[in-house]
């Protein structure tokens, strides 16, 4: 059972992360010639003031660009 675990910064839309889930699922199976109900995605959301690149947290970052 091919699991998919996509961390990312939180602020998508349920669309999206449906379209994510869905993609995701139907490219790993189309691939690993899996099913696509043996695949499991699991999606983490994390504070911009949890998340730092290059020893600076996107909080910092992100208002930095405004």
């Not at 998508?12 to 994510?20: A, D, G, L, N, V």
């Not at 790993?28 to 290059?54: F, M, P, Q, S, Y």
């Amino acid at each position: 059972m091919p699991i998919i675990r996509v961390e990312m910064l939180e602020g998508r839309s349920i669309e999206q992360k449906r379209e994510i889930a869905a993609v995701f699922t139907r490219e790993l199976a189309r691939i690993a010639g899996c099913t696509e109900a043996g695949v499991t995605v699991v999606i983490d959301e994390h504070k911009k003031d949890n998340w730092a690149v290059g020893g600076t947290l996107m909080a910092d970052q992100i208002q930095d660009k405004k």
